[in-house]
Nanobody, 120 residues
Framework: QVQLVESGGGLVQPGGSLRLSCAASGSIFSIGAMGWYRQAPGSQREMVATITSGGSTNYNDSVQGRITISRDSAKNTVYLQMNSLKPEDTAVYYC??????????????WGQGTQVTVST
């Protein structure tokens, strides 16, 4: 059983910073891509940033230049450094692992989500 456990969410003032972490645990041979998605109330879930096993990254245009995704493949952990946060960044942030090779085969997994609130 593979689990993704997120941490680092919370309340921050506009212009502030937060760092999210997500650690994958369980019987994992390899993970192809990891990423962060977010869902605000009344909105669909959207991609924030993704990173491949080779280190290639992709960002939502709305966060480009403010948010950085990184990965420690040895620890099956992905990070999201968020700077210059805006109220519109408020959402539940979900960690995602794709192309995960386990003894059962190939699968994808989601974390339980962590709340990020940007407000005065």
């Amino acid at each position: 059983q593979v689990q993704l456990v997120e941490s680092g969410g919370g309340l921050v003032q506009p212009g502030g910073s937060l760092r999210l972490s997500c650690a994958a645990s369980g019987s994992i041979f390899s993970i192809g891509a990891m990423g962060w998605y977010r869902q605000a109330p009344g909105s669909q879930r959207e991609m924030v940033a993704t990173i491949t096993s080779g280190g290639s990254t992709n960002y939502n245009d709305s966060v480009q230049g403010r948010i950085t995704i990184s990965r420690d493949s040895a620890k099956n952990t992905v990070y999201l450094q968020m700077n210059s946060l805006k109220p519109e960044d408020t959402a539940v942030y979900y960690c995602h692992a794709d192309w995960v090779v386990t003894p059962q085969g190939l699968d994808e997994f989601w974390g339980q989500g962590t709340q990020v609130t940007v407000s005065t």
